[in-house]
């Protein structure tokens, strides 16, 4: 059952990472795709504070595999809230020569268990790790974030019919479901206006939340988990959510924030912690 | 495993490229060792069908979908466990390169990767199933292996190798059915990065590896009739390199790389890399006998081969030629 603290934490570690985030020292002089970090930081926060199984690095642990790695920075920040990622390593974040590159690379010793700037493989691994788990019955979970965009890639789709097709229900996949690419809103590019019915048309239970509601996105994870079948939760999100003048604009997909646009986004994502 | 012995070389060589893969792949799960079989619709073509008979819970056909292919089998081999996955050269290389370095490159995951049809085994299908830059993808690709197995005893013992290998590999297989034996004597020695001589000659060296070799040995019998003494090596694996072999090749005036592969990024530039970043001004002159068309015509590999200039008449002429300068 869902716990009434849990989405207060969970609530109150999105709105922590978000002011971190601004608060770090690249956020004033490096061009960060904020837009895409933003749409699923309610997201992370439930899966870290609530759903993974973590703790553990053994094979035990859960797996979690951000696919949309421009995310990176939401993740980064996430996992040193969650204190699986030290500060010192985490005010490295963009200089040169960090391990913490603005789209997340597989490394096994923070915990990143694939990288993920290459769009639309991500799935693929977590078939196989789906699988693995099954064939060699190790009781862990996989969970794999995408943008929406990114279902574009063909990837992607062969993953979603092998998954459906061995019915890998120890699987969940989530879309980041906010509308906007690179260029422009979906919509206009490549249409998820059906996404729900066209994840249907593949065998998946499909699981649809507001994704910055920590209560509905763990009521969703709840009804998933109890899902025999393969799965999706479709988290309908704002890109740039919690800073005005990025919110559904989709120049904010990867920019530089000037020093009055940092102030102001500053002041709007201050939360007392 | 299968004793090396006459009986099993002619075994392997009857069977060619697809039977002593899937016959090795058997012989490694029917001794117990943890392995996952993954093929993009392969598993006819790949000789796997006793591994579907015996052991179906140990092979996974994800469809025609190579991308996906690299993807599930590094999240099977996440834990260490050797997969072995095989589709067409083209599509286990440059269809799936971005996968690949990715996952096999970056990742390292214990992926072993069959292209199957390389060279022109595959021309009578069409440029799309012949001539691919495998080795060229491959190679350009840090951390990954690459092995080409010349004939049935050495894929085996490739294959068996490169499963005991804990790392990326990727197996470059020529042929299907009844592969020309180059390796006769049963107690040959196979190791990982260590070519072969196959032939002691003083004039020149052809260097090769692969199916092709069989061109370069035949081409070394007749050249010997004409005086003319050629070694031959077995440079079976191309990444890593023997570059203690190509030391040795440097006491020849002339060395020659024979390959069935585009001349861009194979063999022979491997091997000009590796020459022609050494100190001093000692260098022999290195001459390739590669393919220089891009795409070709269909075509068996008989006619293909001679069309490429890669054939046993080709090599004679070309060696002719470069000794008399």
């Known amino acids: ?273 | 495993m299968l004793e090396m012995n006459s009986k099993t070389l002619r075994f392997f060589s009857r069977m060619g490229a697809r039977g002593v893969l899937g016959q090795i792949v058997f012989d490694y799960l029917q001794e117990g060792n943890a392995l996952y079989v993954v093929t993009a619709d392969l598993s006819r073509a790949s000789g796997f069908d006793r591994v579907k008979k015996m052991y179906p819970e140990h092979l996974v056909n994800v469809g025609i979908a190579e991308q996906n292919m690299i993807g599930v089998s590094a999240g099977l081999a996440s834990q260490g466990t050797p997969v072995i996955a095989t589709t067409w050269a083209t599509f286990s290389s440059v269809r799936a390169a971005d996968q690949i370095r990715n996952y096999m490159g970056f990742m390292h995951s214990n992926i072993k990767l069959v292209g199957l049809e390389s060279g022109l085994s595959g021309a009578e299908y069409g440029y799309t199933h012949s001539n691919c830059p495998d080795i060229a993808v491959i190679r350009s690709i840090p951390g990954i292996k690459i092995l080409c197995p010349c004939d049935g005893a050495e894929i085996y013992q490739a294959v068996y190798a490169a499963l005991k290998y804990d790392g990326p590999v990727y197996i470059r297989l020529v042929g299907r059915f009844n592969l020309p034996a180059i390796y006769t004597d049963p107690t040959f020695e196979y190791k990982i990065g260590s070519a072969n001589i196959l032939r002691k000659g003083s004039d020149a060296v052809i260097i090769s590896a692969g199916t092709i070799l069989n061109n370069a040995l035949q081409a070394a019998e007749k050249l010997l009739e004409e005086g003319i003494s050629v070694e031959v090596i077995d440079m079976h694996t191309i990444v890593p390199l023997d570059t203690a072999i190509i030391d040795h090749c440097l006491n020849h005036n002339l060395i020659f790389v024979l390959e069935d592969h585009l001349i861009t990024g194979g063999l022979y530039s491997a091997v000009c890399e590796y020459i022609c970043a050494l100190p001093g001004n000692i260098k022999p002159r290195i001459a390739p006998i590669s393919i220089k068309n891009g795409f070709i015509p269909s075509g068996t590999q008989e006619f293909t081969e001679k069309l490429c200039g890669i054939d046993t008449d080709t090599i004679i002429d070309v060696i002719n030629r470069e000794v008399s300068l």
């Not at chain 1, 904010?252 to 201050?270: F, I, N, P, T, Y």
């Open chain 1, 1 to 273: 059952m869902i716990m009434n603290d849990n989405i207060g934490l969970c609530q109150k570690t999105a709105a922590m990472a978000r002011q971190r985030m601004l608060d770090h020292p690249a956020a004033a002089s490096k061009s960060i795709h904020w837009g895409s970090a933003f749409s699923c930081v309610e997201i992370l926060a439930v899966l870290y504070q609530c759903i993974l199984n973590n703790n553990s690095s053994d094979d035990l642990r859960d797996r979690f595999i951000l696919s949309k790695g421009h995310a990176a920075f939401s993740l980064y920040t996430i996992m040193n809230l969650k204190g699986m990622l030290s500060n010192q390593l985490y005010d490295t974040f963009r200089e040169d020569g960090s391990s913490l590159s603005e789209l997340s690379h597989y490394d096994p010793e923070l915990g990143i268990e694939a990288s993920g700037g290459s769009l639309g493989m991500g799935l693929s691994y977590g078939a196989g790790l789906a699988l693995l788990a099954r064939k060699t019955n190790q009781p862990y979970q996989t969970y794999v974030l995408t943008g929406d965009g990114e279902l574009d890639e063909g990837n992607i789709w062969e993953a979603i019919m092998l998954i459906s097709q061995l019915q890998l229900s120890n699987l969940t996949l989530i879309v980041d479901h906010n509308r906007l690419q690179l260029d422009d809103y979906t919509d206009r590019i490549i249409s998820w206006k059906d996404i729900v019915r066209r994840f249907e048309a593949f065998g998946f239970n499909v699981y649809s939340a507001d994704g910055h509601d920590c209560a509905e996105l763990l009521s969703a994870f709840h009804a998933a988990s109890l899902s025999d079948k393969p799965k999706v939760i479709i988290a309908n999100t704002v890109k740039g959510k919690g800073v005005s003048f990025m919110e559904n604009e989709c120049v904010w997909h990867d920019r530089l924030l000037s020093s009055a646009e940092l102030q102001l986004a500053r002041s709007e994502v201050k939360c007392d912690a």
